[in-house]
């Protein structure tokens, strides 16, 4: 079983930044691979971003590439959102994930995740 607690969300202008936190306990952290997902109101939960267990391989969704960048501290069983140059269309609530599936090293798809955090609230004002 693996809990995950979501933080750092909030209301920023759009061209700010935030760093969303994901705190993570049970069972062993590094051994599973992380992602970012996000929904929107009336819209479905959509990727965002993901990592693998070492940190070393990553992906995004194209509408944050450049813009965000995940990463993870597996001493500190974190991983990090950390968002910059946010636009209104950003807003949603961001979703922290966690698989071990285990026939990749890194998953984009959320049916690939087992383990979800319970949001954290991210608005982009113009």
């Known amino acids: 079983q693996v809990q995950l607690v979501e933080s750092g969300g909030g209301l920023i202008q759009a061209g700010g930044s935030l760093r969303l936190s994901c705190a993570a306990s049970?069972?062993?952290?590094?051994?599973?691979?992380m992602g970012w997902f996000r929904q929107a109101p009336g819209k479905e939960r959509e990727f965002v971003a993901a990592?693998?267990?070492?940190?070393?391989?990553?992906s995004y969704a194209d509408s944050v590439k450049g813009r965000f960048t995940i990463s993870r501290d597996n001493a500190k069983n974190t991983v990090y959102l950390q968002m910059n140059s946010l636009k209104p269309e950003d807003t949603a609530v961001y979703y922290c994930?966690?698989?071990?599936?285990?026939?990749?090293?890194?998953?984009?798809?959320?049916?690939?995740?087992?383990?979800w955090g319970q949001g954290t609230q991210v608005t982009v004002s113009s």
């Open positions: 049970g069972r062993s952290f590094s051994s599973f691979a």
């Open positions: 994930a966690a698989s071990n599936i285990g026939y990749s090293d890194i998953y984009s798809r959320a049916y690939e995740y087992y383990y």
């Open positions: 990592i693998n267990w070492s940190g070393r391989s990553t």
